[in-house]
C-alpha cells in the first residue's frame, strides 16, 4: 500500500480516537440544568412579532435628526474653501504625552486627498435629482452624494449607488448655502460650485 495512503489513514484513525474519547467524558463535579430558554427559539418567536411594513417603513423614511437642508442656488456661484485649522488646545495621548501642542495649524487635505469630489443635493427635489443623473458625476463611482433633503433609501435605489445625509457640521465646515453644490480638491482647498437649475416648471 503506498506511504501516503497509509500516513493518511493514520491521521484519520488517530483523529477519529480522539474524537471519540472526547465523546466519551463523563461530567466533573456536580452539574446544574440548564435554565436559560434556547436563543434560536428566542429569535423564532421575537420575529413573529415584527412588523415588518412598520420597519421597512421606518427605514426608508430615516433622516438623521442633524439633517442640513439647503435651498435650491439662485445663481451660479464659485468660492473656495481653506480647511486650514489651528488647534486651540493641546492634544495627548492616553499617557498624558503630547501629540499636538495648542497652536498647532494643519491641512486635512494633506493627508487624506478627496478625489471623487462631493455632490450635494435635495432629494426630495426631482430636478436636482435628474440634474445629478446628467452630470458627469452620476458614473464616478468615487464622488459621494449628500442629500440635503429627500429620504437615502429612496434615492440610493433610483440612482443605484451610495447615498449619503448632509449634516449641520459637515455644511457649516464647507460654507455650503445652497444646492446643487459640486466640492472639488484643487491645491489643497476646495473649490465649490453651486449650480443654478431653470425654474420649476
Avoid at 119 to 134: A, C, L, R, T, Y
Wanted: aromatic share 8%; glycine share 4%; net charge neutral.
Amino acid at each position: 500500500m503506498d506511504s501516503k495512503l497509509l500516513s493518511a489513514l493514520w491521521i484519520i484513525t488517530c483523529a477519529t480516537q480522539v474524537w471519540a474519547a472526547h465523546t466519551r467524558l463523563e461530567p466533573v463535579g456536580k452539574t446544574y440544568p440548564i435554565v436559560e430558554p434556547d436563543i434560536r427559539e428566542e429569535f423564532k418567536q421575537k420575529a413573529t412579532t415584527i412588523d415588518l411594513d412598520a420597519l421597512f417603513n421606518t427605514h426608508n423614511r430615516y433622516q438623521p435628526a442633524n439633517l442640513h437642508p439647503l435651498p435650491r442656488a439662485a445663481s451660479d456661484r464659485v468660492f473656495i474653501v481653506d480647511l486650514t485649522h489651528t488647534l486651540n488646545h493641546d492634544i495627548k495621548d492616553s499617557r498624558g504625552n503630547l501629540l499636538y501642542p495648542q497652536g498647532f495649524t494643519f491641512n486635512p487635505l494633506q493627508y487624506a486627498g478627496l478625489s471623487g469630489g462631493l455632490v450635494v443635493i435635495d432629494g426630495s427635489d426631482p430636478q436636482q435629482v435628474e440634474w445629478f443623473k446628467g452630470s458627469p458625476y452620476f458614473q464616478n463611482q468615487r464622488a459621494i452624494l449628500l442629500l440635503a433633503g429627500g429620504y437615502a433609501a429612496e434615492v440610493k435605489i433610483e440612482l443605484k449607488r451610495p447615498v449619503y445625509y448632509l449634516t449641520h457640521d459637515i455644511s457649516a465646515r464647507l460654507q455650503l448655502k445652497a444646492a446643487p453644490s459640486v466640492v472639488v480638491e484643487q491645491d489643497n482647498k476646495l473649490t465649490v460650485r453651486e449650480v443654478r437649475l431653470a425654474a420649476k416648471p
